[in-house]
């Protein structure tokens, strides 16, 4: 998932606010913008034109592949995040400081996504990040210091909630990393949401990941309550309305275990999961069947949240946002009993775009559907559970994580869902 992106912006208007006056006279510091950090309904979100779309479509017009610049050049017109997970904190200040400017030039508003926690993806495919918390909040404060009091939206380590170390396969056995993982996240939750116009959302995985009570006892340590909410489905492939009936759930078990009668402070696990045991599916408990995802079974959930929780105040829950990058045709389902370890998540074959990035999404919980996974990178090289190198899926080597694979790209806009358009809301 990673990248480097290098921003080359003009910064010819630095000095936008000073004419009109006469020799001599006093220039009154501006104040600082009152802190308004809820997220506008009508957002425009920011291009980066030198996306990987964008660079795509000049390549494939330079090759004479008029029909595939043309579909490049679609998606290079959709807002897509900018993805942190480099640099120094000088460096990654500069970055974002240009984008900044050029956001405000264009009248939108920028995502950023920070992927630089210590200890990142276990040792899976994008493994890395910060040497140490006392890096991390230096790292995390350049991006903060670049964002200033302009309107951002920051989504704060996808999977780093999701996959604790103590879900890593070598564990934790004392608990001390898995602790300082919580105490990162607090610390970039704190940093970033002291920007006055900066929307923050934890990142929670994927409705196919972490039970319902799980995820909201993780999102609620590490301090949910100071952000404007959580973000799903980044990077991965679960449907659209999947995703905004699981978040709802989190939302719900979230006040429900913070707001809701006192025998229920506390126990997130006692709420309704996705995993519905099918072996009882009408007795009113939640399910623990984590190989049983289905949702065929989710009335049952639905029922639990409807009899014990009731309708909270809208006003009460967590919002949230959603990655529809690559979800339009829904999650992958391998061939029964092909692979060991189909890893469903990692480059899923024939997938395509989802609904486009956009604010108005009809529902009061729901702030936003974006496009957060860069659309045409690789999720690293799959082996499917084989001794690869190659992904049997695909019958080569799929490029390193976070690197540019122009097929890929050119299936996901293929499959588009709805089919890619430009976009003229520019």
Not at 117 to 144: H, I
């Amino acid at each position: 998932m990673s990248r480097v992106r290098r921003l080359l912006v003009p910064v010819a208007c630095a000095a936008l606010a000073s004419g009109g006056l006469s020799g001599g006279a006093a220039v009154a510091a501006p104040s600082a913008p009152a802190a308004d950090h809820t997220l506008p309904r009508n957002t425009r979100f920011y291009v980066d034109p030198e996306a990987g779309a964008a660079q795509q479509a000049a390549a494939d017009f330079k090759a004479g592949k008029v029909e595939d610049a043309l579909r490049m050049a679609k998606l290079a017109t959709w807002p897509q995040a900018i993805w942190l997970d480099y640099g120094t904190p000088a460096e990654i200040k500069k970055v974002v400081q240009k984008t900044m400017l050029a956001a405000k030039i264009s009248h939108t508003v920028p995502v950023f996504v920070l992927y630089n926690v210590t200890g990142r993806d276990c040792s899976f495919y994008s493994a890395g990040g910060a040497d140490s918390p006392e890096e991390y909040r230096a790292w995390v404060q350049g991006v903060a210091d670049g964002v200033g009091t302009g309107r951002a939206v920051v989504i704060v380590e996808p999977d780093g909630l999701a996959l604790l170390p103590k879900d890593c396969p070598e564990g934790d056995a004392d608990g001390s990393r898995t602790e300082e993982r919580y105490a990162n996240i607090r610390t970039a939750v704190d940093i970033m949401r002291s920007k006055p116009r900066t929307s923050v959302y934890l990142d929670g995985g994927s409705s196919n990941w972490q039970p319902v009570g799980e995820l909201a006892g993780r999102l609620i340590k590490a301090d949910l309550a100071k952000t404007q909410g959580f973000a799903l489905n980044v990077s991965n492939y679960q449907p659209t309305d999947q995703l905004n009936r699981y978040a709802t759930w989190v939302s719900k078990c979230v006040w429900y275990a913070t707001e809701g009668p006192a025998e229920a402070r506390g126990k997130t696990d006692t709420c309704a999961s996705q995993y519905y045991s099918p072996a009882a599916p009408n007795d009113g408990q939640p399910g623990n069947s984590v190989d049983f995802y289905d949702p065929a079974t989710w009335k049952w959930v639905d029922a639990w949240f409807d009899q014990t929780v009731g309708r909270p105040p809208v006003e009460d829950l967590s919002h949230y946002v959603l990655d529809n990058s690559r979800n339009g045709l829904g999650a992958w389902i391998p061939p029964a009993g092909k692979y060991t370890d189909p890893e469903h998540w990692c480059n899923a074959p024939g997938r395509g775009i989802g609904a486009r990035p956009t604010t108005d999404t009809g529902r009061p919980l729901a702030d936003a559907y974006l496009y957060v996974k860069t659309i045409g990178e690789s999720d690293g090289t799959c082996h499917r559970g084989t001794a690869g190198p190659i992904d049997p899926e695909y019958g080569i080597e799929d490029p390193p994580a976070g690197a540019w694979w122009p097929e890929f790209a050119h299936t996901l806009a293929k499959n588009a869902k709805p089919a890619l358009t430009f976009n003229t809301g520019r």
